[in-house]
């Protein structure tokens, strides 16, 4: 016997939370929003968004829901390239965080009361900028749709955030040619 997942995101979700990535000022409460709209949407005991620095090669955490202070700093976020959502650059699911392998922390995900993980690559064109996870305190099956929505969305979020780093070097280019002596200007501008 087939188990059909039913859908949990439509269009009309898919929409507002398109409309609010192109449209919010504040990233910091973009990513809030979003962490708490997939918790609400999917029954999730957590979400996080976590963007990769370049120059430390390591995962930070920006925005989380529903998880402890202990379990989001419990340490470096390990990636295995084999199977991280962040190498593969497709969705991983983790069904049992506890029994896994390829989990870095288990009695952290144990104590944390987390049994499962969705991990979805944050792309911009072919880079990984981060990582969005959602994790479950029982297995959870999702529908295909479901996973493929969530990703656009972290495909969307990318582009924000590109264009958020690109406004910032713009920003500090603008301040140093702000100290620059006009004289010394003419001709650039």
């Known amino acids: 016997m087939i ?8 269009l009309k979700e ?6 609010a990535i192109s449209n919010y000022e504040d990233l910091n409460l973009l990513f809030t929003h979003i962490v708490e ?4 949407t999917f029954s999730l005991k957590g979400c996080c968004i976590m963007l990769f620095d370049e120059r430390e090669k390591q995962l930070f955490r920006v925005a989380s829901h529903g998880l402890s202070d202990a379990y989001t700093g419990k340490g470096p976020v390990v990636m295995d390239e084999k199977y991280s959502a962040f190498f593969t650059k497709e969705p991983v699911y983790i069904e049992d965080m506890q029994a896994s392998p390829l989990m870095h922390y288990p ?3 144990r104590q944390e009361g987390i049994k499962s993980m969705l ?12 990582l969005l996870r959602m994790y479950t305190d029982q297995v959870q099956e999702y529908h295909e749709e479901d996973v493929d929505s969530i990703s656009t969305l972290a495909l969307q979020l990318a582009v ?20 620059i002596p006009p004289r010394l200007l003419k001709g650039l501008c």
């Open 3 to 10: 188990r059909q997942v039913e859908r949990k995101f439509y």
């Open 14 to 19: 898919f929409k507002a939370i398109s409309r």
């Open 37 to 40: 709209g997939l918790c609400r």
């Open 107 to 109: 009695e952290a995900a």
């Open 119 to 130: 991990s979805v690559p944050i792309l911009y064109r072919k880079n990984v900028v981060g």
């Open 160 to 179: 924000v955030l590109e264009k958020n780093g690109l406004k910032n070097f713009l920003d500090g280019v603008k301040t140093v040619l702000g100290n």
